[in-house]
């Protein structure tokens, strides 16, 4: 891929996100769907996907700002179901989806049809999660398909490791294979652990928000790296990096909090167009490469199919079972319910993993063209079959978020406490340092303010009750902002002050701005 149809793809596929997001339209499933039709518009270049691009340098900064926002001790609280899912899940994905191949595929190798399970085992929970959010799933249900994402890869990627040595000659014994599982979860992890606690380290010394956010930017690509080097699990490095800093973020500073914040969210938007947009784009490739045939085309869709529905059947026996046997779960977990279930089930989606594992397969892989064009129906049948299904599945199965209130109850009753301790800090400091009385009142009226704030949402709507004090104050000050900002602007304009001195005050008003809308 040249540079300027880098960028082409890059600017188109930003395009569609942006239509997407105007009309509440999932985004990576618009994506797909558009590349699929551009892939046969005559003159098209081919968009070849690079293995050697995706899995360094596109799958570690995905995975790793997925970490920092994920809750470390949500999914600590989850880790049964998700390594249910992640491990236990992904291995009999592998072994089915294997077998069924073999048996579909005349002249198939054994091996070569298991290298097909493992590079389809691990769903990407992308569009998924985009989908559960927009809709209001609830809490326990994203963090278990967000913290499957981030570990299944690297259960996939180890499986598919072995069974590429075996179908290429490279037999390892069982004793061997479990042997290198071990090393790459447990190594991998151990490593991104280490990494994230010597980052946290020198940050904690930099006492520079740039420098700071220069070197977290660093960590995902710096974790994968050195744990692939030695022979570990890369993903798994990099997603215990991510949850160990995004977990002791709150020590940081909080301009290198603002500032990571809105960086790897653009990082994550731009990343996650081009992945969804390059999958579309394959489709003329996979076809003419693969020599296509119906029987085959038959054969992939069942194939297809089976991918589907191992996980639908694996789901209701892997989270009942356990709770039938186990009295200790049942006490300390709640029952998640079988529409719950049922909604994690469908939420099957392959993603780009996939295909750059597919694409990464060695020309002396027996039946490698076969492998390839099955993996691209399973990723982009799963993308339009269950992404544009699972909308209709949770709305027709209820399931639905009543989390709101208990959250804005506990935030209110903690920001209460929050407040007293201010302001009981607040006399505290103004009594020792003979502080002027008007400016202890500014700033225990701001304190008050803050306290009260979510009490208000906890009572009747300003539509029944008209605008709320904390409304009011959040309109008025942002009017104030705006005027403020008018006359630097005027002044900079007017070359009054100087670029440096507007780009400082702006930035003042801009963070006290977002503070007033995070309220």
Do not use: C
């Not at 769907?33 to 551009?38: C, D, E, F, I, S």
């Not at 780009?503 to 003042?508: C, F, G, K, Y």
């Amino acid at each position: 891929m040249h540079g300027s149809e880098l960028l082409l793809l890059l600017a188109g596929s930003l395009a569609v996100t942006a239509i997407a997001r105007r009309f509440d339209w999932p985004a990576p499933l618009l994506l797909v769907a558009v590349g699929l039709g551009l892939s046969f518009v005559p003159g098209m270049p081919d968009f070849r996907l690079d293995p050697e691009l995706v899995l360094p340098l596109v799958l570690p900064p995905l995975l790793y700002s997925a970490a920092l926002d994920s809750s470390y001790v949500n999914i600590r609280r989850s880790v049964r179901p998700i390594g249910l899912l992640a491990v236990g899940l992904v291995l009999a994905t592998t072994l089915v989806v294997g077998l069924a191949t073999y048996w579909l595929v005349p002249g198939m190798p054994l091996a070569a049809a298991l290298v097909l399970g493992a590079i389809v085992a691990p769903p990407d929970a992308v569009a998924a999660v985009a989908i559960g959010r927009k809709l209001g799933l609830p809490r326990r249900i994203m963090t278990v398909l967000i913290g499957e994402s981030l570990v299944n890869d690297a259960t996939a990627l180890t499986a598919y490791k072995v069974a590429v040595a075996s179908a290429t000659g490279l037999a390892l014994s069982w004793s061997e294979g479990i042997g290198t599982f071990l090393l790459a979860s447990v190594g991998g992890g151990l490593i991104g652990y280490l990494l994230g606690v010597l980052v946290h380290a020198v940050r904690q010394r930099l006492s520079d928000s740039v420098l700071e956010s220069a070197l977290g930017m660093l960590v995902p690509f710096g974790a994968y790296l050195i744990a692939e080097s030695a022979h570990t699990s890369g993903v798994l490095a990099v997603v215990a990096a991510g949850l160990y800093l995004g977990h002791n973020a709150p020590r940081a500073g909080y301009a290198t909090r603002l500032q990571e914040t809105a960086v790897w969210r653009a990082f994550d938007v731009l990343l996650e167009s081009w992945v969804f947009a390059l999958i579309g784009l394959q489709v003329r490739l996979v076809y003419r490469e693969s020599g296509v045939t119906w029987p085959l085309l038959l054969a992939a869709l069942g194939v297809l199919a089976v991918a589907v529905l191992i996980r639908v059947v694996w789901m209701f026996p892997g989270t009942y079972l356990p709770r039938l046997l186990s009295k200790r779960i049942r006490e300390n977990e709640e029952d998640p319910g079988w529409r719950s279930v049922s909604v994690v089930a469908w939420a099957g989606m392959r993603g780009v993993v996939s295909l750059a594992a597919a694409a990464a397969l060695p020309e002396s892989m027996p039946e490698r063209n076969v492998i390839v064009l099955f993996t691209f129906v399973v990723t982009v049948g799963t993308l339009l079959l269950q992404g544009l299904s699972l909308p209709w599945v949770i709305r027709k199965l209820g399931v639905e978020s009543n989390e709101e209130h208990t959250d804005t109850l506990a935030e209110a009753q903690v920001k209460y406490h929050a407040a007293r301790a201010s302001i009981d800090r607040l006399d505290q400091e103004a009594a020792d340092s003979g502080t002027p009385e008007q400016v202890v009142a500014r700033l225990r009226t701001i304190a008050e303010h803050r306290g009260n704030a979510a009490w208000e949402r906890l009572g009747r709507s300003e539509e029944e009750i008209g605008e709320s004090p904390a409304s009011r104050w959040r309109r008025l000050r942002r009017t104030m902002l705006a005027a403020e900002r008018e006359v630097f602007l005027a002044a900079r304009n007017a070359r009054e002050i100087d670029d440096e001195v507007f780009r400082r005050v702006q930035r003042e008003l801009d963070l006290e701005e977002a503070a007033l809308n995070r309220e």
